[in-house]
């Protein structure tokens, strides 16, 4: 389940890694399937938390690795995974994956395509770290 959890912000963060720095070179019909596919597979993935979250009745917070340890200071890199944090991944995927194929179509003449998908890459997986973040400087790392 952790590695699932992972990766829902993962793919996201993929496509901005991808449409970033090559806005510039990837074919606009390229990016109009790198954008939103990345979106879909998070909420495909989202579905799988969502159907099988009573499965997993163990820890709600999914650690991934220590993150900030000054002296008694111990902050983790780690997800939350609760009732409303999964409704919270439906409605950000499911949504953004409908945004980004609305927008494949209203922004086909536009001049900065790619980068527009790139863009709106980033800020779903940033919605994604503020919904998941089980700590306030991963959720202010999302805001």
Known sequence: MTLIVLLIP??????FLILGPGFRFIPRKAASFIGPGAILLSFILSLIVFFNFRQFAGSPVHFL??????????IPFAFLVDPLSV????????IGFIIHVYSVGYMKDDPGFNRFFAYM??????????????????????W
């Open 121 to 142: 890459n980033l800020f779903v997986f940033s919605m994604l770290l503020l919904v998941l973040g089980a700590n306030y400087p991963i959720m202010f790392i999302g």
């Open 87 to 94: 409704l919270m991944l439906l409605i950000v995927t499911g």
């Open 10 to 15: 993962f793919f996201p963060l993929l496509g």
């Open 65 to 74: 690795f220590d993150w900030i340890h000054i002296g008694p200071l111990d």
